[in-house]
């Protein structure tokens, strides 16, 4: 609304407990908190009492676990006390299936890369498997909260045999998203609640 104040606040940093599930205490518990001291500092400053979530990624599901009291317990936040949740590539439905054989496939070619391979054996990667029963286990947001759901799209059209007549330029090879999370699991939590009007 014109006239209201926009106060941004550090982001909320899990980062030391990255590898682990959004269960965990310094991820969606921790988060559940922050967001209702956040929205009493702004009731109690005049504000409408009310936060505004930006999220990627996993962060997606933390927001998930932060305002439900069956994730983050005692700490869960009241979804009332948020005004908009902007999720980008949150594996919502799971992340996609095969990328970790196609990543250790093609690891060795990229400096770092057993490093980063190594966190796809992590309790947060796993659980971020489209048939985990801990990624089941936790609710969408709920349909009255307002929820802008923004999905990466890589589109991949093929062009082999160079227009002669085995050609077969612009096959699609289907949904990959942003390579690790497919559109339709990004956009799930959109298509669940209420959209944001704009």
């Known amino acids: 609304a014109l006239g209201s104040t ?24 921790d988060l559940g908190a922050r967001i209702s001291c956040l929205a009493t500092a702004s009731r109690q400053q005049g504000g409408p009492g009310k936060v505004i979530i930006v999220a990627h990624s996993m ?20 979804p009332g006390q948020v005004a ?22 093609l690891c ?5 890369c057993p490093s980063f ?3 796809a054996n992590t309790p947060a990667a796993l659980a971020m498997d489209p048939g985990s029963q801990a990624l089941a286990q936790l609710p969408l947001l709920p349909v009255s909260m307002p929820v802008d759901a923004i999905a990466g799209k890589i589109t991949l059209t093929t062009s082999l045999f160079g227009g002669g007549p085995f050609d077969i330029t612009g096959s699609d090879v289907g949904d990959i998203g942003d390579i690790a999370v497919p559109v339709a699991s990004a956009l799930a939590d959109g298509q669940a609640g209420s959209l944001h009007a704009g």
């Open 6 to 29: 926009v106060t941004v606040v550090p982001p909320f940093d899990y980062s030391s407990v990255n590898t682990n599930w959004v269960t965990t205490q310094g991820i969606g518990p």
């Open 59 to 78: 962060g997606g599901l933390a927001v998930r676990c932060a305002i439900d009291p069956g994730c983050a317990g005692a700490t869960a936040a009241n």
């Open 84 to 105: 908009l949740v902007v999720t980008m590539d949150t594996p919502n439905l799971g992340a996609t299936p095969g990328l970790v054989p196609l990543g250790r496939a």
């Open 108 to 112: 060795p070619l990229v400096p770092g």
């Open 117 to 119: 391979l190594a966190k």
